[in-house]
């Protein structure tokens, strides 16, 4: 059964091997985090919970949560809410940022994982649409993007900007 669950101290041996795995940059999903140590991880994981009440947040960010997709007792996937854009966001990453680790690709976790965090951004997020953008280069997650009711909003030479109505 897959299921989201907000970044917490509990899970923090298995979020830390997750997320210390996740590339630096990979069709634009950024992690600062990669290979980071475990002793480092600490501290980290404790400013992005603190992120997604608001506090600790560099200048220019929003707050924002991180929610790790699980698939039973295993976590399949990392899926970033901002609650609200700012300037930078609006024709940028937009609301949601998710990466699907590979070995779980093309099982509809994406399509799944992003069905769910979509549910919680429409009670989260005060604009009308969420905001989305997506690498060309990045097929699968176009669709899963379409299948939970995106549409192309516009395009430049690398992305697409998706958006789904609340």
Not at 42 to 47: F, G, K, M, P, T
Not at 75 to 98: E, P, V
């Amino acid at each position: 059964m897959l299921y989201l669950k907000p970044a917490n101290t509990d899970d923090i041996e298995k979020e830390y091997l997750f997320v210390r795995d996740i590339p630096e940059d990979e069709n634009g999903y950024i992690n600062e985090y990669h290979g980071i140590s475990r002793s480092d991880f600490d501290d980290a994981l404790n400013i992005i919970i603190a992120n997604s009440f608001g506090d600790c947040l560099p200048a220019g960010y929003v707050p924002m949560t991180s929610y790790f997709l699980w698939n039973d007792s295993e976590i399949t996937g990392k899926l970033d809410l901002r609650h609200y854009l700012c300037d930078s966001l609006i024709n940028g990453a937009g609301h949601i940022g998710y990466y699907i680790a590979p070995q779980h690709r093309g099982k509809g976790f994406g399509t799944q994982g992003l069905g769910l965090i979509v549910d919680i951004a429409r009670q989260v997020i005060p604009e009308e649409e969420i905001f989305l953008r997506v690498h060309k280069d990045n097929p699968a997650s176009l669709r899963a993007m379409l299948k939970n009711g995106g549409y192309i909003h516009h395009e430049d030479d690398n992305s697409c900007f998706v958006r789904i109505r609340k």
